[in-house]
């Protein structure tokens, strides 16, 4: 009873203060957090010229899609939360869900682009200098990423696929219920692909390492000599990348696996 005297009765889902207090309030917290840690981020590696690697690079251009995610696009999050539905029309909703998707594209893309990096590097180590000379061609790298981000969001609003309010997630997305598989499938095909680019990268790098270090210590036991090893600051930058991208799977994967079942007919 005490329960349900506390609903509000203008809430669409029918929750209760409590709920309602508690689910922005967490909301409020992820979009602050998100945007002062990767605020801090872009602010190191712009302050310190020594910090402007290449890799840095990449890193920057994948926290600037989480301050853009945090900004443009959970503020709508946050106040659909508290009203529990779509507050205002639907080119708004559009404009929320074609920022999401390309900031969501564009993470993906980066972390691709981060994999990459650290694969030549440590993998192909001859071929470096080919596919990342300098700076210039890493900014270069990074803002064809925006490109093609922009490019496989977009094509709702100009008529292949629909945008619309999610009440289960509170935001607008594309609607997988309709009848553009085609477009279900070219982002299923980026997701999948890249996501299994990325996971190779990494097992390859950890094996590299992995027989990097045991022929040092082999070296060491016969010969009192070790081999070449990776140096410790590229072992803690592959850890950070690898880190950075188990959280993005776990946070993404289970939307796009959704978003998959709605569209072959799951409920």
Same mark, same amino acid.
């Given at each position: 009873m005490r329960m349900q005297s506390q609903t509000i009765s203008h809430d669409p889902l029918n929750r209760s203060r409590g709920e309602i207090v508690l689910e922005v309030t967490f909301a409020i917290l992820v979009c602050l957090a998100s945007v002062l840690g990767n605020v801090l981020v872009v602010y190191v590696i712009n302050r310190y010229s020594e910090m402007q690697t290449i890799t840095n690079i990449f890193i920057h251009n994948l926290a600037l899609t989480d301050v853009l995610m945090a900004t443009l696009s959970m503020p709508f999050w946050i106040t659909s939360l508290y009203t529990g539905k779509w507050n205002l029309d639907q080119e708004w909703c559009e404009f929320s869900a074609s920022v999401q998707q390309t900031m969501g594209l564009a993470?993906?893309?980066?972390?691709?682009?981060? !994999?990459?990096?650290?694969?030549?590097?440590?993998?192909?180590? !001859?071929?470096?200098?080919?596919f990342f000379p300098s700076k210039r061609v !890493?900014?270069?790298?990074?803002?064809?990423?925006?490109?093609?981000?922009?490019?496989?969001?977009?094509?709702?609003?100009?008529?292949?696929?629909?945008?619309?309010?999610?009440?289960?997630?509170?935001?607008?997305?594309?609607?997988?219920?309709?009848?553009?598989?085609?477009?279900?499938?070219?982002?299923?095909?980026?997701?999948?692909?890249?996501?299994?680019?990325?996971?190779?990268?990494?097992?390859?790098?950890?094996r590299t390492v992995k027989e990097s270090t045991d022929n040092v210590n082999a070296n060491v036991v016969q010969n009192g000599v070790g081999a070449q090893r990776f140096h410790r600051t590229d072992i803690d930058v592959l850890k950070s990348c690898f880190t950075v991208v188990c959280f993005f799977l776990i946070t993404w994967g289970p939307m796009g696996l959704v978003g998959f079942i709605i569209t072959v007919g799951g409920h």
């Open positions: 993470s993906l893309l980066n972390l691709g682009l981060i !994999a990459l990096n650290r694969y030549v590097k440590v993998v192909k180590r !001859a071929l470096y200098k080919k !890493a900014w270069l790298y990074s803002g064809f990423v925006w490109l093609v981000s922009v490019l496989l969001a977009t094509p709702p609003l100009y008529g292949w696929g629909k945008m619309s309010f999610d009440s289960d997630s509170f935001i607008c997305v594309f609607n997988w219920r309709n009848e553009d598989v085609s477009f279900l499938i070219l982002h299923a095909g980026v997701f999948n692909v890249t996501t299994c680019a990325i996971i190779y990268s990494y097992w390859k790098i950890y």
